[in-house]
């Protein structure tokens, strides 16, 4: 059966500074602090990546909330932690929130932060939600927030999506011809700009939900970053596991992931996921409850086998 969660003896030992190393494709998933650069060097062991992506909570209402500036502290540890884990070239990815009842932050004051570290801005993409939080006194809420940095020169090969081209015109001289957008194109469809409205939301109607995680990122944005960010074969990380999307979407492209999580059990759902799809093909779960699991980070309990 698809929801079967078989017993897999070495998750048992999945505690506080543990790592499992997958045997298949040489993946990490470690169970470390990523604002300590005593773990993170730990779960790298020498290794350099050439794309980060991150997911951090996002200080609101969800989990503990702290002060900005305490949370942004907390941040500048795990963003050096990040870049010391990275290649000369390597590009890093950041989902971040903006809390229009709080002075959209924490993403403000995490922009100036950035400011102080080694890498370049490059874009700053907005996933946007077919469905958001309504009201009757505001603009619905349906963007997620996603900040694109560089480190040196890294790999950047251009993305096309499914979306196909309509609109002639924005014509200019090759070769001593007078062409349009639509002859000089090398494809039929349009590149994603840095508004992705063709990618959908995480609901419990898709297979890759996994219902008790909060804000998972659908895997085609974390496949069109690795496609964009990365070459096959190549290192992938993230420190903030929760759903186990990195990892999943990195064994799905072909790429090695090491990923971490705080949370033992997080660790154990994102390692159980990429199990699951190997024995399975499944993505998620669907709206299925996959794993007995409450808030750990609420200091509740969570058993998964």
């Known amino acids: 059966m698809a929801n079967q969660r078989p017993h897999v003896p070495e998750l048992d030992d999945i505690g506080p500074g543990y790592v499992w190393r997958d045997p298949i494709r040489g993946h990490r998933v470690g169970c470390i602090d990523a604002a300590n650069p005593d773990h993170v060097r730990a779960l790298m062991d020498g290794e350099a990546a050439v794309l980060a992506i991150q997911d951090p909570p996002y200080n609101l209402v969800t989990f503990d909330i702290r002060k900005t500036g305490e949370y942004i502290e907390w941040c500048s540890k795990w ?20 809390d229009q009842k709080n002075d959209f932050q924490p993403l403000p004051d995490f922009m100036i932060m950035m400011r ?4 370049r801005p490059r874009s700053f993409i907005t996933l946007r939600n077919q469905r958001g939080y309504g009201t009757q006194k505001n603009w619905m809420a349906v963007r997620q927030e996603l900040l694109y940095y560089v480190k040196g020169n890294p790999v950047f090969h251009v993305q ?4 196909p081209k309509k609109t002639g015109g924005y014509y200019k001289m090759v070769n001593g011809e007078l062409t349009e957008n639509l ?3 090398n494809s039929g469809c349009i590149r994603p700009a840095n508004v992705w409205y063709d990618i959908q939301q995480v609901f419990y109607r898709l297979e890759e939900n996994v219902k008790p995680c909060y804000a998972q990122k659908p895997l085609p944005a974390i496949e069109r970053i690795m ?3 990365s070459d096959p074969e190549d290192l992938v990380v993230d420190f ?8 999943l979407q990195a064994e799905i492209s072909g790429r090695c992931c090491f990923t971490a999580d705080i949370d033992p059990g997080y660790c154990r759902l994102t390692i159980h996921r990429l199990l699951r799809y190997r024995q399975t093909g499944l993505t998620g779960w669907q709206n299925e409850q996959p794993l007995n699991v409450t808030n ?7 058993q998964l086998f």
């Open 240 to 247: 903030f596991a929760h759903s186990g999307t990195t990892l």
């Open 79 to 98: 963003v050096d932690n990040t870049l010391d884990a990275l290649a000369d070239n390597a590009s890093v990815y950041i989902w971040l929130g903006a």
């Open 160 to 163: 096309y999506t499914d979306i």
């Open 227 to 229: 496609n964009a960010s």
């Open 116 to 119: 102080t570290k080694s890498v």
């Open 296 to 302: 750990a980070r609420q200091e509740e309990t969570m």
């Open 183 to 185: 002859e000089r194109s």
